[in-house]
């Protein structure tokens, strides 16, 4: 195996770590920073004292690397190298190097704010400046003060601007690594495309036929492009009039690949074979696909922003920053020189591109984040100046603590209540977790388990598409149930209630388009959640989470009930003369039940005058997706709060602020003494 850029480095960086608890790494994507630092630790002893955990922001790097990492020290994974990431625990008490999500560390802090267990955290791809570890940057500043003689923080990142975080953790040092990149050769198109998949189409043909041997990455916005671009290639590689001296293998690289076809694209090329990888921005740091020498950069990304005025998401493709195309770039010239053809004009480039990326912090929702700061069990002060690395707006957290008042997790003074803090154990978004709660007072948990587990486990289930695509329902086949009408969740139980009632037979799974690893995850899924559920409920659970369906249940009313107080803050309400629906609680907006929706007009033509929603999003209108019918008489008390909401007590204070003076006192992290910060013993 090569040396990589960071095994060079490796006796700076243990002098430097054994000096400082906290650490800034800045090296290249594929310099060895998540593969490498946690075993360099290890070897110098650090797991001795402790776990190594390597936070990642996405799941599939989790498990990847932590793959990489068993593999390379020849182990099975779950043991002493394992991942955890949500609904997916592989660590065992052996386990001393842990892989996980920056979600699941967060959670952890929960049960255990001081993190004991671990020696080391590497707060990994810093870069990507995730909701979830912009909070634990925030944590990690406290953590350390706490328990600074036993416990190092490293930050890595590839791209990161190193000062700023070193400024944030009271300058501590910034390590370079230097990184063995070739020359990259950088080809701007004349104008912008009218398809960008045309366009990759074009240029990975011209390199198939014209350059020398060597792997082609190309940047395409999601799996819908990918998918469409590996049809196209597979066809006209084929046909290629020209020809081309060499095979060709073209491979997909996205988040919702299963993981045999994910590991495909690390295997090397076979001889003679040019190997074609289309893959989102995945590829630009979090995985490194070796062999690359040409990379078609499209410019675009798939970026979902979150509106707090309208409660609303939009999945827009949007262009990329600099850094990120500079990124996509550096990947070409890893092995020895390479090209990037950029399908835009430099000016663009230059003049268009963004500097930086903005950070998921300013265009997510943040009813989850919030609700799990005031769950820490930190002095109120501290959560209202909660020190950010850069700081959401005030309406984006006001509208975080609007959705939580609205669901009875925190009350008219922005106090966390009883619920709150149950629902901050749950591993779910605030409305499915306030849903269960609501569920087991309704005797209708089984029920509402299983849907939980249907939105959250994150699983594709119809073979061939994506989650969440437009296509997805509206293809999906006619013989599974109908939600009785009542809707989108309504139906999601029902098709996990036959399937139950087939004894979970695959061949169900089979017969009815759904794909059986996702299926028998969402029920693992539910199994967790349920278990979870019994450990957390204050009294005995009303109904036994795993009982099986029943003959005797009637319309899944308590279910939508249940549904209606979780999604409070999700509601809208029927246009009086047409099927149109106005959104409640935020600026008035008319939006439409989505066409793929189940939800069922009366005999006189109309749909139920109030709906709750999953998900706000814009596409070519404001659509809901995944909705449910409720009752007027649920929805007055959710009319009355709104009635009666005060931001102004609500934030009780809090005021998002870049000014420093106003947060807590700068800490002296910077200790040079040896003897304050004791190495680990190495013998
Ligand atoms: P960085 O974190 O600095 O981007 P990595 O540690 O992820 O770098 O990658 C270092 C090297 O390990 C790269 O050459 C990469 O291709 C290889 N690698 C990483 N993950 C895997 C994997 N799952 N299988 C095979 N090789 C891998």
Known sequence: MAVLPINQAEEKIIETVERNPVVVIIGETGSGKSTQLSQILHRKGYTKSGIVAVTQPRRVAAVSVARRVAHELDVPVGEEVGYSIRFEDRTSERTRIKYLTDGVLLRESLSNPELHQYSV????????????????????????????????VLITSATLDGEKVSRFFSNCPILTVPGKLFPVEIVYSRERPTSYIESSLKTALDIHVREPEGDVLIFMTGQDDIEKL??????????????????????????????????RVFSPSPPNCRRFIVATNIAETSLTVDGVVYVIDSGYVKQ????????????DVVQISRVQANQRAGRAGRTCPGKCYRLYPSFVYREEFPEVTVPEIQRSSLAGSVLYLKSLDLPDIDILKFDFLDPPSRESLEDALKQLYLVDAIDENGSITDIGRTMAELPLEPSLSRTLMEANEFGCLSQALTVAAMLSA??????????GTEKKRKHAPSNLPDGSGWGDHIQLLQVFENWDRMDYDPRWCKDNDLQVRGMMFIKDVRKQLSQIMQKIAKGPLDVQANQRWKETQQDYRSLRRALCVGYANQLAERMIHHNGYRTVGYKSQLVQVHPSSVLKTDENGMLPNYVVYHELIATTRPFMRSVCGVEMQWVTHILKKLEKLDIDKLSGGIKPSNERSNREEPLDLQKKDSDAVKAPDDS
């Not at 979902?304 to 999945?315: D, F, K, T």
């Not at 994150?458 to 989650?467: A, D, N, V």
Request: hydrophobic fraction near 35%; aromatic fraction near 2%; include cysteine.
């Open 304 to 315: 979902r922003q979150y509106n707090p005025s309208s409660g609303m998401y939009s999945l």
């Open 458 to 467: 994150e699983t594709t289930l119809l073979p061939g598409q994506s989650k």
């Open 121 to 152: 955290i590497i707060l990994d791809e810093a870069h990507e400046r995730s909701l979830n570890t912009d909070i634990l940057l925030g944590l990690m500043k406290r953590l350390v003060k706490m328990r600074s003689s036993n416990l190092k």
């Open 230 to 263: 590996v049809k196209a290639l597979e066809e006209r590689v084929q046909s290629l009039e020209e020809g081309s001296c060499m095979d060709a293998v073209i491979l997909p690289l996205h988040g919702s690949l299963p993981p045999e076809m994910q590991v």
